[in-house]
């Protein structure tokens, strides 16, 4: 089955330490995104990859950090940088062309102790 | 940067009733997105409305989109429970970049 995984399902981090959340998708796509959620709040954008080795920082980038190695992983960091990360983080997904819709993870829970 | 709303942010409606959701954006785009959130869930896509006056449905929700006033509207006809989720709106640019409105969190009361 083609689709998006994303891992861990819940992570749980002490302040201070620097996490990496996976996201791996077999959809061929070439576009891939992070967004955070917060509890009652919309999606906002935090990196965006457009082709591999290539990546654009959105709204929130300040904290975080990202890679593109493979069309595949758009793996993302979450740096001691970041002050208030505790929140739901959705990857997702598109075909290069300009009209396709996103298609989204499972999520993964990050919380701070 | 382009801004997208949505009104109501929440809604309470008996089932039976017809409601609609109204999502505006504050930049030119042919390309509106409607997704459904269920609490703890990721995003599932509803529609995909890619033309001035394009209208899609499917069950009891059916969007439209008129790129000229920068609206959509997702309309519910007879809503039922299983309809209770969030609802949120997503707007693209030329460059691939999508915004997400707040989220209209549904509720449907017996």
């Known amino acids: 089955d083609g689709g998006i995984t994303q891992s861990p399902k819940y992570l749980f981090r002490k302040e201070g330490q620097n996490v990496t959340l996976s996201c791996e998708q077999n959809l061929n796509h070439d576009a891939m995104y992070w967004y955070r959620q917060d509890p009652g709040q919309g999606l906002r954008l935090i990196y965006y990859?457009?082709?591999?080795?290539?990546?654009q920082k959105g709204d929130i980038a300040e904290g975080y950090s990202v890679s593109r190695e493979k069309k595949e992983s758009f793996p993302l960091t979450v740096t001691s940088a970041q002050k208030n990360p505790t929140a739901f983080y959705l990857c997702?997904?598109?075909?290069?062309?300009?009209?396709?819709?996103?298609?989204f993870g499972p999520g993964t829970r990050l919380t701070v102790l | 940067e382009l801004k997208v709303e949505q009104n109501p942010l929440f809604l309470s409606m008996q089932e039976g009733k017809n409601y609609t959701i109204y999502c505006n954006y504050s930049t030119t785009s042919d390309r509106l997105y409607w997704y459904r959130q269920d609490p703890g869930k990721s995003l599932e896509s509803l529609f995909v409305?890619?033309?001035?006056?394009a209208v899609k449905q499917e069950g009891r929700l059916m969007a439209s989109l008129d790129t000229k006033a920068r609206l959509s509207t997702l309309h519910i006809t007879a809503a039922v429970h299983d309809l209770s989720a969030t609802y949120f709106c997503?707007?693209?640019?030329?460059?691939?970049?999508?915004?997400f409105g707040t989220g209209t969190s549904l509720t449907v009361i017996p």
């Open positions: 409305l890619l033309s001035n006056g």
């Open positions: 997503a707007v693209a640019n030329t460059g691939n970049q999508f915004y």
């Open positions: 990859s457009q082709i591999v080795n290539d990546f």
């Open positions: 997702a997904s598109t075909q290069g062309s300009a009209y396709n819709e996103q298609f």
